[in-house]
């Protein structure tokens, strides 16, 4: 079993939808959580983190953290064409030691948005 | 500013060659992470350095992977002697800080024949 499970899509929906895109997990010492975006032969940018359990909001893009289900999930709304790209999760155990920046990634799901 | 810049884009080499990836970091960023992208699977992490110091390479393959990031110049991934299964993009981030956000270059696409 994967440490980090997220479903390949692809996923197609019409300009205007709501998108919701989620991975599981099984570790339960990560900690922090990232969103990553990853258009087509370009390197990964960051879209949203959020610590520990909660909800995080920024404009069309909201992160939720469900770390008793080990869930994590992001919703995007109004979604635009512009936003057809792969949405990668990553997560890491936490502050302490070299752990920050060793990223554990989801598949990623390959999202097309059509006009 | 510039990104994080890597170079090869695109390498292709054969079996039992040496392949040689480099990545510049944002100015300012001391810490360096690579990460490898095969074939229908997620970003795998391989090494984090900071200059001169190897901190984390408990994703490296034990053998003919290494990586160096030294004082002055680009870190380097060296592959020795690759094989068909070291296809793949591999990707170098680089932060400022030991806690912060990762910035990506575009990646290294390495192609084995």
């Known amino acids: 079993q994967k440490e980090v499970e997220q479903d390949p899509g692809p996923l197609s929906v019409p300009e205007g939808a709501i998108v919701s895109l989620n991975c599981t997990y099984s570790n339960s010492a990560f900690q922090y959580f990232m969103w990553y975006r990853q258009y087509s032969r370009k390197g990964p940018e960051l879209l949203m983190y959020?610590?520990?359990?909660g909800n995080k909001e920024d404009g069309r893009f909201t992160a939720q953290v469900d770390k008793s289900s080990k869930y994590i999930s992001l919703f995007i709304r109004d979604s635009q064409p512009s936003d057809s790209a792969t949405y990668l999760c990553a997560m890491t155990l936490g502050a302490g030691g070299t752990s920050y920046g060793k990223l554990t990634f989801g598949q990623g799901t390959i999202l097309t948005v059509h006009p | 500013n510039a990104g994080v810049m890597q170079n090869p884009r695109h390498l292709v080499r054969r079996r039992g060659q040496e392949a040689r990836l480099r990545c510049s970091p944002m100015k300012g960023h001391s810490h360096v992470y690579w990460y490898r992208q095969l074939p229908e699977e997620g970003l795998k992490f391989m090494v984090y350095?900071?200059?001169?110091?190897?901190?984390?390479e408990s994703g490296m393959p034990k053998e003919r992977f290494s990586a160096e990031f030294p004082k002055e110049g680009p870190s380097i991934l060296r592959i020795q002697q690759v094989v068909r299964g070291d296809s793949a993009a591999y990707f170098c981030?680089?932060?400022?800080?030991?806690?912060?956000?990762?910035?990506f270059g575009e990646g290294s696409r390495l192609t084995v024949l």
């Open positions: 350095l900071q200059k001169e110091n190897i901190i984390d």
């Open positions: 959020t610590y520990s359990s």
């Open positions: 981030a680089s932060s400022p800080l030991r806690i912060g956000e990762l910035f």
